[in-house]
């Protein structure tokens, strides 16, 4: 036996579950909107030597030795993402998407200021403010939502919060919301209050990278975002924003939050943006929310109830409260029937966030295997079949077992059985 095996021979038990969940990822239509697929050189890089190293600090100011290489490759991930979207200044460094929006807290507000996002059962994120998240707990949160009628944000509702609240900080963009944000609008708003805006494109930073999907440039003070998600990157997390508050962000950053940076993931970052860059990628970002609006035709029309009534993004939020099942045991249906996506509250749930009414769902992955919008009417068949067979073992098995057949013929980047 080598002093340095494999995986599979240093730990079988490990090396057949990771088999297993890649072979998972490969027979289910992959539908949870925060999940995609990395392509095989993201994965390669992220898989690297470049684990072993330590690099405290910002390049060519580090506090450890042996940076030659480490230095260019986080300045080349720097670049590349300045380039992607246009900005000033790119911080590659957080570890993901909640410590980069508590970071940019930590920069600009003291504990106890006034902040504001979209509230959670609206579709907003933990890390915006709401009150179990440490950003609820250590900051005086006041969320704004939205209407009853059409579950659109209001922006009369969050002027007149801003204006009464006078919050440091503003936070749009959210999780679960199937709507275009209004960018120029928040930004008008920031300023009028003196309040910095904070703009979080966790979801739908490949779809702004690609064109599909209005910028925050030029309105937003600071951009946040994971690195996954629609951009197909690792999991990650990075900060951008205008040259003059960049000193204060990269403070927050380190050594305020965190200590060494993931070479890797910055590696892997470097990779994806440079595959974003690449015209292929419009057509990809396009092409998500075109399946994104087939499906929620297609759904729409076998009587399910939309959020918002449809989608403008890459995901769709569904109550399933007119088809007698709740989000969860939906969900669980599903799962079962080779569907993999979440149950997830819906504005103004009657119901709680751990068993709710609808569940949330997108198209970023397997638009990534090359379904295309006729693909989405077979997509809604399988989803409303499995959602009235729940409970039918045998039934959602078989549906499973067509997923998996049809699937054979769409191959999923960075897999290989």
């Known amino acids: 036996m080598s002093n340095d095996p494999s995986l599979a021979i240093a730990d ?43 690099s405290e600090g910002y390049p060519r100011k580090r506090y450890y030795e042996g940076q030659q ?65 440490i950003t609820g707990a250590y900051f005086d949160s006041k969320a704004y939502g939205v209407r009853r009628d059409d579950h659109r944000i209001d922006m009369d509702e969050v002027r007149k919060l801003a204006e009464e609240h006078k919050p440091k900080v503003i936070f749009c963009g959210g999780t679960a919301y199937p709507r275009l944000w209004d960018f120029a609008a928040f930004g008008e708003l920031a300023r009028s209050v003196g309040a910095i805006l904070v703009a979080d494109i966790a979801h739908i930073s490949g779809l702004i990278a690609g064109g599909a999907h209005p910028s925050p440039v030029g309105h937003a003070d600071v951009i946040t975002s994971t690195t996954h998600k629609t951009l197909r990157g690792p999991r990650g997390g990075m900060i951008m924003t205008r040259k003059e508050l960049a000193p204060a962000i990269d403070k927050a950053v380190f050594p305020g939050l965190q200590g060494g940076p993931h070479v890797s993931q910055m590696a892997a970052l470097a990779v994806a943006a440079k595959e974003a860059s690449d015209p292929s990628f419009k057509r990809y970002a396009a092409q998500v929310v075109a399946n994104a609006k087939a499906l929620a035709k297609a759904l729409g029309d076998r009587g399910y109830s939309l959020v918002s009534g449809g989608t403008d993004n890459h995901l769709l939020l569904i109550d399933l409260t007119n088809k007698n099942i709740t989000g969860k045991l939906g969900a669980k249906a599903l799962d079962a029937a080779g569907i993999e996506l979440n149950y997830n509250s819906v ?71």
Request: aromatic content about 8%.
């Open 69 to 133: 290489f480490v230095d260019p490759i986080e300045e080349l991930a720097q670049s590349r993402i300045r380039s992607l979207f246009g900005v000033e200044h790119a911080n590659v460094q957080p570890y993901s998407g909640s410590p980069a929006n508590l970071a940019v807290l930590f920069a600009f507000c003291k504990a106890g200021e006034k902040i504001m996002g979209l509230g959670l059962p609206a579709g907003g994120h933990l890390t915006h403010g709401w009150s179990v998240s």
């Open 347 to 417: 504005p103004f749930d009657p119901r709680k966030p751990f068993d709710p009414s609808g569940v949330r769902l997108g198209t970023p992955a397997i638009t990534s295997r090359g379904l295309k919008e006729a693909d989405m009417e077979r997509v809604a068949t399988w989803f409303d079949d499995a959602v009235q067979s729940a409970g039918a073992d045998a039934k959602l098995a078989s549906i499973a077992t067509e997923v998996q057949r049809f699937l054979k013929d769409y191959p999923a980047p960075g897999i290989a059985l």
């Open 12 to 54: 079988p038990e490990m090396f057949a579950l990771i088999q297993g969940e890649t072979q998972r990822q490969f027979d289910k239509l992959r539908m949870i909107p925060s999940e995609n697929y990395a392509s095989r050189a993201v994965q390669e890089a992220m898989g690297s030597p470049l684990n072993n190293k330590y």
